[in-house]
């Protein structure tokens, strides 16, 4: 075993022991401490990912010493490590780049609880990437379950309070299925490591037994992990919760805890059940189903959207379900074409929310779409990066939208009718409404309501560290864009290894 | 000419545009030097054109099967050669046309609109021509909602909404024909390949019709028609050039490229999605002539007799014949130089006269007898009196359509006859009350007896017309030079 | 006599007298003095083609297979003295007619420019050729009748412009259906039909035939399509409404002709149902024609009806097809133009000088401008077809002709001729009748309805003229009968 194959379970206890430590700092000593973690914590994990694209396969860590299948396990493999540390890149591009205005909404000497939550979450996502037990990856889910309450209250206003309380119900209910159907899980295959299980499981399958038992522990799980992922029809805790909390916790919600969420889905699918099991049980077609009407819904809702951070959040609904759709495919490529779109909308979607603090300054702080009208002349960097992430987002060439859209489509070439003309159909038709809500709103931006041309004096302040933060998710996307097929390799052979 | 030089001919003009955005020169140090960029832009062409040795340049692969390629042939030289015909006169207009307004953005984007297009022109595969055809809109964008008012934001938001959905549907298509062809990237027959089409020849044909309404969007094929009128309201340097010239253009040319040099004419022909196909460009040609005779305001029946005439070439395209694409092509060209013509008018119109709507154009014969001349000129033309070059473009696509040989051709042959009976009543009019009618006064109507007494307008607008009366005289040359270009008989 | 492009000479002369009338902005004395000469020299200019002998001059090709090309034959000569004369004459007299109206240059540069044009059409090669300065010619006509601006001129201009748009468009695409079962566009004697190919696209040449006749046919002011001529031929003023009757009608004709006899060929109509068509049509609207004039109160309007039943005459010669009916259409087109056009200068005259449109206003008109009635009154008796006028042989020969007809039925060869007396009789009703009450009103009109007013000399010569030659014509048609004997004999 070698030093860097250690470097998952140090991803994990970093920030947990850091998120101990934040408690006793204060003021910007919390911030460069936290900022330092998380560097400390990108900068790790793009090292393992070039040692673990060096080392070729996946490989398992048993926590403790204790063998299989009585301890607990961390499996490593090339998926998992890049979306750690695309994960990790958006955190620290969100955070930096929505700090201005946390410290504005947040008080204080609340900031270093802020910062708290946010390492809590980082241990938190380490933890599902590369956990292989199902106990401790619900005890994760809990944890940032509660940090991202934390996030969405932190804006201390009564709506954000509200918001949170709402989100809090619905993720308990969630998480209540999930560990029933982990609790089932366990009584009828006697395990909790993923891998046991999965050989259980198959043998159960097979010999014809607890076929009604196992429908309904998938369906558990799947539904629980689904309302947490804000798959349609339970997505209602997603407007409110994301349009409410500070620009950086929207971004960082959006972008990283449901993906989090969708991350651990696909593993428990490949890990736990298998997808063979996974399409018996009819479950995946729900998904897909599901996962097709979220991206019509989504985007039908947007469009009525008057608020600018309402209509964003929307989009993130519609954009879940092409996940789901992907997944709901079955096949490999589908796969591919949904973890593919985890990174291209977690970097879309954050950048797009951290947008938004300026456009609203720029607009006399209102977030109607109405009053955004000529805030491009006032805010030139952050029109320029919503108009990049808008695009992005339509599917135009050369950003991270189109190697997803691509993906997508290669999936459904050559597979049966009653997936492909559906998932065409859909793919048209959304981009059509993407384009109706998110390009009414650049150009918005770039013509006059009644009112007169900018002066220069009018133009938005924004800081050092928000100019950086936004010229590097609009490299992000590009860079996902124009190198996507590196990525989608890395994918497909972190795909294969991935079970 | 080595074909590399293919991409600096792009990109010279993007970055130019971009440079003169960035850099503060004064107005008129940038106009020169945009005008320089893109006449230099016209000369590298031409050369490319005459002396390009027909080999691919490379650009870079977005995926493993999607990479961007240049490459010059035939029918890629037409279009470009247009485009580079066009674009330094109609720069001039624009200078004219925008005299005393804040325009520095609007001749950074026409200019940068122009490496664009040409992008298309050259493109050696679909992908690129669908890279640059997504480009194509953003970069018109700003062109179209450039008043930046009420009308305009309405416009452009129709303008990108029609152009993406399109766009997305000629994505499904494209990434299908990726996976089911050959890597020869565009030839006259098609590039499929036929082994592994097998089987899945009825799904291929059908998303082909899917891909002619997405790439027929930019044609303002029924029923994505709707933008074209719309942008009417922008400023006319852009409906003249950009949604009579380039942009619609390029919309034709990517249908021409899928139909014919990807998905191959023989592939498609006799089937129902041909059938389709035709069946909409012909309604689409009678119902914008219908349309255009029901519009008051000029340009906006200058938009839908656009769509009428797109769809006149559209139809050339989906019969699937060889001559067919020839008149498609000729089409192509000889409507650009009337249609260009029509819109300068229009736009001299507007603001030399401040007169928009046709009932208003009464009696400016005295007024502005050049403007009025050459608008009559460009009608008759448009009609296709002979021996201007617009009868050259119908004859020929008439000719094609009754050689096609099936029902399809005869509907065509309906469709372009009574077409042509609806073009003159809507473009000829116009010229009828502009000399036999009295003007009535408005009040800011500018002072003496005439209004359009500039020679730069007098010799754009003589410069256009001769190059209309040109292409309909050297007719037989035209077509064989088409012909040998298309490879074509 | 001379080379080939000299033929460009008389067609480029007026035309660019015309853009130098439009582009100089004379002065009125200037004015009549270069549009005078233009149309002298142009007529002198025209007499060197006229005695060489075929000549064929390329301009340049529209298509692959469209070329554009003059030919002077006999047909084509005949028609272009004709018009270079009758555009003469009548140029002359507008001079005082028109003295007193506005947009003169606009006039007189369309007016010279047709004249180049109709010389073109009628010299033209091939049928793209003839089409193309049809298009030209209809384009530029659209002035004269709009001239005065009031509401119904222009009306009847775009009533005007509708219409021949659309027979033009019909004989576009009769030309279009034929191209291809014709060896060539060019015309040539007894037609160009491909041998091989019509056999199985008869139907298609048929119908295309059809498409053409009555395309061209618009101009002629043959029913279907002659809707136009009544509206627009009253609100012209007097000049353009004797040329429009007189000469444009006639280059639908010429149209019919060639298409007719030289580019289908009589032998492949022969029989058909398409000249059992163009004969019914023709006859009906010989009759109908005769039948409105008759039952027309405005004077003009009256006359313009006339014009569609007597261009019928001419269009009934052509279908029968035999050499006969073509002598005799070719007499009545130039009986025709020369009465017609007298007889709109009369109209214009007494407009003129007394204001009155109405017919039942002329009484009395003969003894306030004796001069002018009596021009009226011979060329009418020569419309009725009254020996010795031109009018009289030329039906005489159109009667012959319906006779021998081969091919249709019996019936329609005596149905022909029936009609043309019926036309004759209902002629002398709508003509002679105002003749009549003007040289002999009732007793009890006033005095001043009497009083002498006649137009001076500018008016009354160009009249005189006309009616000179068409009594002249008719008592030695022999060079013109032998004329016509010949083109009949090679197309027949």
Known sequence: MELWQSLPLVSIILPLFSAAVMIVLRGKGARAFCFAVLGGETLLSGFFLIKIRAFGQSYTYPMGHYPAPFGNEIRAGLFEAIALFFFMLILLLSLAGGLHKLEEHVRKERMPLYYAMILLMTASLSAQIFTNDLFTSYVFVEIMTLAAAGLIAAHGKGRAILASARYMVMNMVASSLFLLGIVLLYDLTGHLLMSPIRQQVAALAAEGQYKLALIVVVGLITVGLSIKSALFPFHSWVPDAYGTASPASAAIMSGLVSHAYLFLLMKIIYRVFGTELFAVTGIENVLFVFGLAGMLIGSIVAILQQDLKRMIAYSSVAQVGYIFMGIGLGSRAGMLAAAFHLLAHAACKSMLFITTDALIRASGGSSDLRDLRGAGFRARLTAAAFAVGSISMVGFPFLGGFPSKVNFVRAVIDIDPIHRIPVLIFLVLSTWLNTLYFLRAVISLYTMGKQDQPRREERVRTGIAYALSLAGFIALNAGLGLFSQRIINGLLSGLSMFS | MPSWWMIPTVFLPIAGGMGARLIPFSRRLKQIFLLAVITATSVLTALQIFRGDGNSAVLFSVMDDLTLVFRLDGAGKIFAGLLALLWPPAMLYTYLYMQGRNAEGFFCFYTMSYGVALAIAFAGNLFTLYAFYECLTM?????????????????????????????????????????????????????????????????????????????????????????????????????????AVAVVNAGTFAVIRMTHYSFGAAFLAGSVPQAIAVCLSCFTILFAAVMAIRQGNLKKRLAFSTVSNLSYMLLGAVLMTPYGLEGSFLHLVCHSLMKILLFWCAGLFLIRAKRSEIQELRGLGRRMPAVCAAYTFAAAALTGVPPMCGFLSKWNLMMAADQEGSWLGILGMAALIIAAVLTAAYVLFPAFLMYFRPLEGKTGDPEGKRWDRSPGIVALLVFSAVLILAAGLAGPRLEQVFQTALGVR | MVSSWYMLIPVLFPAAAGIAVAAGRPSSAVRKMLVSCSLGINCLLLIPVLLSGELEFRLFSLSRDLPVFLKADDTGKFFAALMSFVWFVVGIYSFEYMAHERHLDRYYACYLMTSGVLTALCLSGSIITFYMFYEMMALLTVPLVVHTMEKDAVAAGIKYLIYSILGASLALLGIFLLSGYVTSFSFTPKGVLNPETAGEGRNTVLIAAMMLIVGFGTKAGMFPLHGWLPTAHPVAPAPASAVLSGIITKTGVLGVFRVVYELIGAETLRGTWVQMAFLGLTIFTVFSGSLLAYREKLLKKRLAYSSVSQVSYVLFGLATLTPLGVVGALLHVCAHSLIKDTLFMSAGAIIHQTGKTRVEELNGIGKQMPKVMICFTVVSLGLVGIPPCLGFVSKWYLAQGSLAAAGVPQWLTWLGPAVLLISALLTAGYLLSPAIHGFFPPKDLPAEDLTRREPGAVMLVPMACFMLLSVLLGIFPGGLIRLFSNIAAAIL
């Open chain 2, 139 to 243: 970069v018109t964008l700003p062109l179209v909602a450039f008043n930046k008012d009420r009308a305009a934001r309405k416009a452009g938001q129709t303008y990108v909404n029609f152009s993406i959905t399109g766009a997305a549907m000629a994505f499904v298509g494209m990434l299908f024909l990726s996976h089911y062809d050959t890597p020869a990237g565009f030839s006259p027959g098609g590039v499929l390949d036929m082994a592994r089409v097998a089987g899945h020849e009825e799904m291929l044909r059908w998303v082909f019709l899917l891909a002619f309404i997405g790439f027929g969007t930019k044609a303002a094929v029924f029923p994505m028609y709707a933008w074209l009128p719309a942008v009417s309201v922008a400023p006319t340097p852009v409906t003249a050039l950009l949604h």
